[in-house]
């Protein structure tokens, strides 16, 4: 393939899922869940091989991008592009077309979220490039669409369609639709016609983006010409004196809306999106159960990453880098050890941590929400 | 009663049942298990009205001596006495009798273990002062007797004989046999036939308890014998050069043996123990469970003595001054928060920290048995 590839990594995450590890200025992608890497630092290195680190791209919100750099030493400063506020991901995905297209109008960019976990990287890497090929070939947005393992309700699905004529590399398909978290009924009813995850990872060429953001979002579109205007066509790291008050000004206007809604449904309805099956051991993370679940654990199912002992315990998680944790008792409990709060839950109610930062407020105990967490580097 | 009250409290256990929090150079005792003081401090104050500072004296081992003092720092210098080593309790009771003969051979002495929980303390005083008086009027060995409220195995049992004839001021047996940790079928039966938990508090004349143990125990008789001999009868506090090495040499050579063993139970069948039930809330606090048990809780049965939430939990124990700890859909959990270790367990499974100790050892984590606890004062 003669056209460059730009791997285009989404970082602008919140962390609340994962108090109290996480904080407002600790986002999750920052989290070091599965070893000595954050989850931003794993995700970069699985697509370093694609375009090298030129081509290797972060967009984040201004409030990160001093942490996100530093964690992404590696690369170049013109690659990390500064949202001045989360608007969802159509436009902050419209704002990286613009830098892909403007670095080279022929190049194809990979979507990433920076917070993913994936087991099986050499396979991880050939479904996107068979993305890449096709999203160039056939001109056509390509969602990479993951092989269910059960009827989850918080995923989005990608119902397939006819097998894409003519794909000799792999099996791909035509989108049919998405279908939104469904419930537990329609889960299992996707699950059996063969629908897959949305992991809201995609392939598509930045002109084809920038064509169909104006013909389904004119409002975002007509921001990013403006924005596109004050560098003159060129590099949003250009030294342009009136490009960041234009770019705040914009993100003032656009709506905040994903680019599932924005662009991928409109899209697809129109036959014009793609999805290719990857099978390379996938998961978003979403709660400290998915952690447990994708790290290494013991024959009793406990996992740490620190000193520890369980006594008569299973199936327990324990995040506790600087403490010896010692469990008695114990069953599918997780453990988050930070310096100045301790989480102890059931993990099968992991997912309601989220609701706790809100309690937390609460109660008056803001400051563990926010502040008070001391890095340990 | 013209008789001086000695309250004798035996300070010399060791903590590994509340690990991580007790270590081998913090003994229960000396923990805050139930507010701002420590075990040691709150048995100290139950009891400081019967005699005074003056009467109130402490036997602990000498490796405590320095932090016993410490923290009751309001009694005299010379009420604190150190056994070189621990040999259970009968030579320790037997070197607090001479000390209190020693200073008036006609006086009372109550023997108290330091690290019990009390919740009625004046009903818990005129029990004392019952078995002051009937130890005296009478000659006897006189226990208290718990009205035990459920069939525990862990706690022996006294099994009360006839009414104490004259016995006007309260009710007061016989003592007919003393029976050890029963099983849980014996135990209901006691419970039955109104036997008593033996809670290890006694009272009795110096004068008797040294004549008993001439009698029962010649080997520890004569080993106090020599030791009073180098004092020439005075208080151990008096200054006497050879004191402390033939201290040392005694106790290396004496038993190490209970006075339930050593004395109680011979006494007992020859009719010389009296017993008196005493009503006033009491606990050996034994475990962690123990401490939820005796400790203040929220509507949802959790306590805690720091800042917490609990969301979805029932039933748990939260021990963490220094850091909010949050639970999240817990029940009969107990945390123990320490600077260098954190304990997350199941307050049914409580009995088993002790072992939790041994096992620690065994894995090399040794210094988090001993050493590393950096108190909080």
Same mark, same amino acid.
């Given at each position: 393939?003669?056209?460059?590839?730009?791997?285009?990594?989404?970082?602008?995450?919140?962390?609340?899922?994962?108090?109290?590890?996480?904080?407002?200025?600790?986002?999750?992608?920052?989290?070091?869940?599965?070893?000595?890497?954050?989850?931003?630092?794993?995700?970069?290195?699985?697509?370093?091989?694609?375009?090298?680190?030129?081509?290797?791209?972060?967009?984040?919100?201004?409030?990160?991008?001093?942490?996100?750099?530093?964690?992404?030493?590696?690369?170049?400063?013109?690659?990390?592009?500064?949202?001045?506020?989360?608007?969802?991901?159509?436009?902050?995905?419209?704002?990286?077309?613009?830098?892909?297209?403007?670095?080279?109008?022929?190049?194809?960019?990979?979507?990433? =979220? !920076?917070? &993913?976990?994936?087991?099986?990287?050499? $396979?991880?890497?050939?479904?996107? @490039?068979?993305? %890449?090929?096709? *999203?160039?070939?056939?001109?056509?947005?390509?969602?990479?669409?993951?092989?269910?393992?059960?009827?989850?309700?918080?995923?989005?699905?990608?119902?397939?369609?006819?097998?894409?004529?003519?794909?000799?590399?792999?099996?791909?398909?035509?989108?049919?639709?998405?279908?939104?978290?469904?419930?537990?009924?329609?889960?299992?009813?996707?699950?059996?016609?063969?629908?897959?995850?949305?992991?809201?990872?995609?392939?598509?060429?930045?002109?084809?983006?920038?064509?169909?953001?104006?013909?389904?979002? =004119? !409002?975002? &579109?007509?921001?990013?010409?403006?924005? $596109?205007?004050?560098?003159?066509? @060129?590099?949003? %790291?250009?030294? *342009?004196?009136?490009?960041?008050?234009?770019?705040?000004?914009?993100?003032?206007?656009?709506?905040?809306?994903?680019?599932?809604?924005?662009?991928?449904?409109?899209?697809?309805?129109?036959?014009?999106?793609?999805?290719?099956?990857?099978?390379?051991?996938?998961?978003?993370?979403?709660?400290?159960?998915?952690?447990?679940?994708?790290?290494?654990?013991?024959?009793?199912?406990?996992?740490?990453?620190?000193?520890?002992?369980?006594?008569?315990?299973?199936?327990?998680?324990?995040?506790?880098?600087?403490?010896?944790?010692?469990?008695?008792?114990?069953?599918? $409990?997780?453990?988050?050890?930070?310096?100045?709060?301790?989480?102890?839950?059931?993990?099968?109610?992991?997912?309601?941590?989220?609701?706790?930062?809100?309690?937390?407020?609460?109660?008056?105990?803001?400051?563990?929400?926010?502040?008070?967490?001391?890095?340990?580097?």
């Amino acid at each position: 393939m003669r056209q460059k590839i730009y791997s285009v990594i989404i970082a602008g995450g919140r962390g609340t899922r994962f108090w109290p590890l996480s904080r407002s200025r600790k986002p999750k992608q920052l989290l070091k869940l599965f070893g000595p890497k954050t989850l931003l630092r794993e995700t970069a290195d699985r697509v370093l091989s694609l375009g090298g680190s030129d081509q290797t791209l972060i967009v984040t919100v201004a409030e990160q991008l001093n942490a996100v750099r530093k964690e992404l030493s590696g690369l170049p400063r013109k690659n990390f592009l500064a949202e001045p506020e989360g608007k969802n991901t159509a436009p902050c995905i419209g704002l990286a077309a613009l830098e892909v297209f403007a670095r080279d109008p022929d190049s194809v960019m990979i979507i990433l =979220p !920076a917070d &993913h976990w994936v087991s099986d990287v050499p $396979a991880f890497r050939r479904t996107l @490039k068979t993305a %890449a090929e096709l *999203a160039v070939r056939h001109d056509r947005l390509v969602t990479i669409g993951i092989q269910p393992t059960y009827p989850e309700t918080g995923y989005g699905y990608i119902v397939k369609g006819e097998p894409l004529a003519g794909a000799e590399t792999a099996d791909a398909y035509q989108v049919k639709r998405f279908k939104e978290k469904p419930d537990a009924k329609t889960a299992r009813r996707l699950l059996r016609n063969g629908s897959l995850w949305n992991a809201g990872i995609f392939a598509w060429k930045a002109s084809t983006l920038l064509a169909l953001m104006e013909r389904y979002q =004119p !409002a975002i &579109h007509n921001s990013l010409v403006k924005i $596109a205007n004050a560098t003159g066509g @060129k590099s949003l %790291a250009t030294p *342009a004196p009136t490009l960041s008050s234009v770019i705040a000004r914009e993100y003032k206007k656009v709506p905040s809306i994903s680019i599932d809604h924005a662009i991928l449904e409109p899209a697809g309805s129109e036959g014009r999106v793609l999805t290719v099956p990857g099978e390379f051991g996938w998961s978003d993370v979403g709660s400290w159960a998915a952690v447990h679940q994708m790290s290494g654990r013991d024959p009793d199912g406990n996992a740490s990453n620190g000193r520890w002992l369980a006594l008569g315990s299973k199936d327990c998680l324990i995040h506790a880098p600087d403490r010896l944790v010692v469990l008695l008792g114990m069953r599918d $409990a997780f453990i988050v050890d930070t310096p100045d709060a301790l989480l102890v839950g059931d993990l099968k109610r992991s997912q309601e941590v989220r609701d706790l930062v809100g309690e937390l407020k609460k109660r008056g105990y803001d400051s563990y929400t926010i502040d008070g967490f001391r890095s340990r580097g």
